[in-house]
């Protein structure tokens, strides 16, 4: 069975740019979360999706957005990029929604902003 | 605002029992208490979670005291493949909040 796939990998993005970031859930897998890490802030929640419906969110700017499509694959856009948009960007798929169900992680989308 | 905390670093040998503790003590009623495993380029794996008192899998134990303001994973016997950094992952109850713990690097030596 194939693991979550993100893509790309790695990104170098300009400030003010726009970036969108792919993931491919496990089979079967309605649900998909996104998190950031970063060394000064570790790792951080920004939003669960499934059934193609946001259904949790962290504390992040309205920069941050998702959406889900039909195949639960998901994708993430920040919009306007700060130098301090640059992290690992990790998802992680479960077959149900909500942190009771165990996440498998992806290894993460490295974004660069310059 | 929630705050979980671990400590930074650990060290220990092969063979040995670790014992790593989050402090969550603002956890939320219903949170679940979910551990993690990190490896250097590479996504969080999941060890093991639970809401209260003891859950013990193949691979750890998880301790959690009836005030659950603070969880204790336990790996028994760890080998030098151990090294990773371990997070706790506290949420997923009544306000729906996910809060990571800072992060413990555990450096296993021969």
């Known amino acids: 069975k194939a693991g979550v796939t993100q893509t790309p990998r790695y990104l170098i993005k300009t400030r003010g740019q726009q970036v969108t970031l792919s993931c491919s859930p496990i089979?079967?897998?309605?649900?998909v979360s996104w998190y950031q890490q970063t060394p000064g802030q570790g790792l951080q929640f920004l939003f669960e999706?499934?059934?193609?419906?946001?259904?949790n969110k962290g504390n992040f700017p309205g920069r941050f957005s998702g959406r889900q499509f039909s195949n639960s694959r998901s994708e993430m856009n920040v919009s306007t990029l700060e130098l301090g948009d640059s992290a690992l960007y990790l998802c992680?798929?479960?077959?149900?929604?909500?942190?009771?169900?165990?996440?498998?992680f992806g290894p993460g989308t490295r974004l660069t902003v310059t | 605002l929630a705050k979980t905390t671990q400590p930074i670093s650990m060290d220990s040998y092969e063979g040995q029992e670790v014992n790593i503790t989050c402090s969550h003590n603002?956890?939320?009623?219903?949170?679940?208490i979910t551990w993690y495993q990190q490896f250097p380029s590479q996504g969080p794996r999941f060890i093991i979670q639970?809401?209260?008192t003891k859950v013990t899998n193949e691979v750890a134990s998880l301790f959690i005291p009836a005030d659950r303001k603070s969880s204790t994973l336990s790996l028994p016997r760890v080998s030098l493949s151990d090294t990773a950094v371990y997070y706790c992952?506290?949420?997923?109850?009544?306000?729906?909040?996910?809060?990571f713990g800072t992060g413990t690097l555990l450096a296993v030596q021969p």
């Open positions: 639970g809401y209260k």
């Open positions: 089979s079967g897998h309605r649900s």
């Open positions: 992952l506290v949420g997923g109850g009544a306000t729906n909040k996910l809060i």
């Open positions: 992680a798929s479960s077959y149900g929604q909500g942190v009771s169900y165990e996440q498998y």
């Open positions: 999706y499934f059934s193609e419906t946001q259904r």
């Open positions: 603002n956890i939320a009623t219903n949170d679940y």
